[in-house]
């Protein structure tokens, strides 16, 4: 007991102890009637670290009293797999419950290895409950995901993570023997990033921190603990998103260096150079878009290219990318565009569609003047004609606004010459 860290200790047995996820596991939520209700289908477990997946899947199993089999996609193979359903299969007998095999990391499974599972989950030989950090829309393969539903963990909440550190400190075995008091916990929460294991790791790094007798725990002590041992609370690649925001960030302010640092620290991590590569795809299009409209594309073939060579070759066009866009001229104009629209969506609600923009594919449409006085733009001088197009009284709306660089320069200088709205 005392060489488990206190994550592992302070693990939940059962629905009670439950912390967070009241959205499954309330009371007449989905999860909560599947499991009183015994019959339980596969399903996949979707959300960021330290958030209770594995928690969940072994309390459904303890609460069903169905067989449990652990594989992480990290280190097994089809074999293993097999294996796994040779055992279900020969566990299973007349009307007995079929066996729960729980899959960490499902999106590292390789298609041949989501191969191996579909004649089983189709059967009923095993109940599949997979764990996943990333959209499994991308991950996991079709024939598989259809035979799942898919239900998304959210990051806890701060009161559920401050109810975390008191139940650890008064309910842990060791941690109740000394005497702690928690004065602060802004700061173990903020270094947590709502992963409740990072929290439980962090808790007991800074207690061991501080030595022997009486501990107080306040904002400074973390700091400072954490600050002096800055690798003791990333075990296992635990800081998985803050190192990704930090390649982000360094690309956004265009620091080529720190950027493929971040990237390089990410794949030593082990992490998917999918993963990296769709991130890539995402700060394309977000930071650097139409002062670069290329950067996308770059970043897109990056990713086929990482998809199909796989590392760790992998390493050298996502080099490459990261370098592109890290210098490339910046520019987050469409994002706020999108945004800003939205936002107006949500003000105005549903405002009509003018008339002459309307679709008239039937008599009565075109009596109803659907359609009428649209001009069409080829027709003009430069296939350009002054007409509205947004509802009458969002005309003047501008949410689109480009941004200072060479190549937005030159798409202001058009907008200039067809609307009035942007001269000013």
């Known amino acids: 007991m005392e060489n488990k860290p206190l994550a592992e200790r302070m693990r939940p047995k059962s629905l009670e102890d439950y912390i967070g996820q009241q959205h499954l596991v309330g009371p007449g939520k989905v999860l909560r009637k599947m499991i009183d209700s015994g019959v339980v289908s596969s399903f996949i477990l979707w959300g960021p670290p330290g958030v209770g997946k594995t928690t969940l899947a072994m309390i459904i199993a303890e609460q069903l009293k169905r067989p449990f089999y652990v594989l992480s996609a990290v280190s097994s193979g089809v074999k293993d797999v097999r294996e796994v359903i040779q055992k279900a299969e020969g566990q299973r007998f007349f009307n007995t419950p079929n066996p729960i095999l729980f899959i960490d990391e499902i999106h590292r499974f390789s298609k041949a290895q989501q191969d191996s599972l579909l004649a089983a989950v189709e059967k009923g030989t095993v109940t599949l409950i997979g764990a996943t950090t990333e959209n499994p829309s991308f991950e996991v393969i079709s024939p598989l995901l259809s035979r799942c539903q898919v239900y998304v963990l959210k990051s806890q909440e701060k009161k559920d993570l401050e109810d975390l550190i008191d139940r650890a400190v008064t309910k842990d075995y060791y941690l109740s023997k000394r005497n702690i008091t928690v004065k602060e916990k802004e700061a173990m929460i ?142 987050n104009s469409a994002y706020l565009a999108i945004d800003a629209a939205i936002a107006t969506v949500k003000q105005t609600g549903n405002s009509p569609v003018p008339l002459h923009l309307r679709n008239a594919p039937t008599k009565l449409m075109k009596d109803l003047n659907y359609g009428q006085d649209y001009k069409y733009p080829h027709d003009y001088p430069g296939n350009f004609v002054d007409q509205p197009y947004l509802p009458e009284e969002l005309k003047d709306k501008k949410f689109y606004q480009p941004q200072p660089n060479a190549q937005e320069a030159k798409i202001l200088e058009r907008l200039k010459a067809w609307w009035r709205k942007y001269r000013g």
């Open 190 to 331: 903020s270094y947590s990033g709502g992963d409740a294991r990072k929290l439980l790791n962090i808790l007991e790094l800074v207690v061991n921190g501080l030595g022997e007798g009486d501990i107080v725990i306040d904002n400074e002590a973390v700091h400072r603990e954490l600050h002096e041992n800055p690798l003791m609370y990333d075990k296992d690649g635990e800081q998985h998103y803050d190192i990704v925001s930090a390649m982000i960030k360094s690309i956004r302010g265009g620091d080529p260096n720190a950027a493929v640092y971040w990237m390089a620290r990410m794949l030593q991590g082990g992490e998917d150079p999918k993963f990296i590569a769709r991130r890539l795809i995402i700060s394309a299009a977000e930071d650097i878009g139409l002062a670069n409209p290329n950067a996308i594309l770059i970043a897109n073939t990056c990713f086929e290219v990482v998809h199909k060579i796989g590392m760790p070759e992998a390493r050298i066009p996502l080099s490459e990318c990261v370098i592109y866009l890290a210098t490339s001229p910046k520019s």
